[in-house]
C-alpha cells in the first residue's frame, strides 16, 4: 500500500445493510476517525484501481489502515474497532478464526440485498462530492 491514509471504509454505495452500517459508524465516531468511500464513487474506484484490487466485487468491504487493505470480515471489525473506547474491543473477535468469521460474512454478503434492499443513492458519497465541488467553486 503507497500513500493511502488512515481509516479509510470502502463499502458498497448501494447496499442498505452497508448504508445502515455506515449511519451505525458515523453516528459513534465523533472524532471523525474514519474517512468513508462508497466503492462506486471515483474515489473508491481510484482506491481499488491504484491498490490493484480490481478483482474484488461490491460483496466486499475493504478497511485501509496503517498501510494495509483488510477485507471481509477482519475490515468490519477493524472498523469498530478504530471508533475507539469501548469499541476497541472489538478487535477479540479476531480471535476468531477468520475462516468461520468470513464464511459468515459471504453469507450475509450474498443475501444482503434480499435482507436490506438497496439503496438508490449514496449519502456519504452525495454529501462528499456536494462539499468538494463547494470547496473548488469558492477557490
Known amino acids: ?19 445502515r452500517i455506515v449511519k451505525f459508524l458515523k453516528k459513534r465516531d465523533r472524532a471523525k476517525r474514519i474517512t468513508y468511500i462508497a466503492s462506486q464513487s471515483p474515489e473508491g474506484q ?4 491504484a491498490e490493484d484490487l ?5 460483496d466486499t468491504v475493504i478497511f ?11 475490515a468490519a471489525i477493524k472498523a469498530l474497532s478504530a471508533l475507539g473506547g469501548k469499541w476497541k474491543h472489538a478487535m477479540l473477535l479476531l480471535k476468531l478464526p477468520v475462516c468461520c468469521r468470513d464464511n459468515i460474512y459471504r453469507l450475509i454478503a450474498r443475501k444482503r440485498y434480499f435482507l436490506f ?4 443513492t449514496c449519502e ?7 462539499n468538494s465541488s463547494a470547496s473548488s467553486s469558492t477557490n
Open 1 to 19: 500500500m503507497s500513500n493511502m491514509g488512515n481509516n479509510i471504509l470502502v463499502f458498497d454505495g448501494t447496499c442498505g445493510l452497508c448504508d
Open 46 to 49: 481510484a482506491i481499488i484501481e
Open 54 to 58: 480490481t478483482s474484488f466485487d461490491n
Open 64 to 74: 485501509i489502515d496503517a498501510g494495509y487493505c483488510y477485507f471481509q470480515s477482519t
Open 117 to 120: 434492499g438497496r439503496v438508490n
Open 124 to 130: 456519504i458519497s452525495a454529501v462528499a462530492r456536494k
